[in-house]
């Protein structure tokens, strides 16, 4: 079976009641291609995600950017996996770099988060992605590789809920994006590592995003790379360009 394009977007600690308005509006009036081709989910704030759920054209899921590594309880701060689904949120974004590098993630940490969302029944967009440091001394797939392992020893073979996102961390939010031949060769070699280190059927089915700069204007080439099933976005998912970068989705069909 194809995979169902996959467009995201993440707002990141983005927003105003005023602004989230507005991107509502502008989404739910723009025109979108069919739900059987793409799927569409936005990640607002936590604090935005029940007007954002209210307000949304059904045809465009909510997730959440994070949620806690275990049943929630006495966690100054933190949102639980149980309240994203006693929500009906039905994704949340695990292992975003900026949660890895700033807030200092580890990998195990981000396995057991997926594990935990995993297990309460979110759909988890899980992301990896190696820094210029690390692409530069040629351990890309190495870095990659690291964040999977820690998501399978948590996770083990449960793969069907979970989408990968690469985001080459020197991508994100510097409009420095990955020519559509850098990012289809890391999808490739996670789809292989996917089918060596977990299933050839789980390799097969997982959607691989790409995010880091992706804009209207240069997600049509991305997308026409086999390995590149979908984007996680982050500025231009604020913009009504994010329309454009649902719509690559055809790329898909006419291919
Ligand atoms: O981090 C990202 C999405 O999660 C990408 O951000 P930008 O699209 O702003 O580079």
Redesign the pocket.
Known sequence: MARKFFVGG?WKCNGTVESVSKLVDTLNAGAIVSTDIVEVVVAPTFIHIPMVKDRLRSEIQVSAQNCWVKKGGAYTGEVSAEQLVDLGIPYV?LG???RRHILKESHDFVGQKCAYALSKGLKVIA?IGETLDEREAGNTIKVCAEQLIAIKEAIGQNWSEVVV?Y?PVW????GKVATPEQAEEVHAELRKWLAENVSAEVAEATRILY????TGGNCKELAKKPNVDGF?????ALKPEFIDIINSAQIKVAA
């Not at 991508?171 to 510097?174: F, K, N, P, S, V």
């Not at 996680?232 to 231009?236: D, E, K, N, Q």
């Open positions: 993440n974004i975003h770099s900026e992301c996102a985001e991508a994100i939010g510097t995010g880091g700069s992706v996680l976005v982050g500025g231009a």
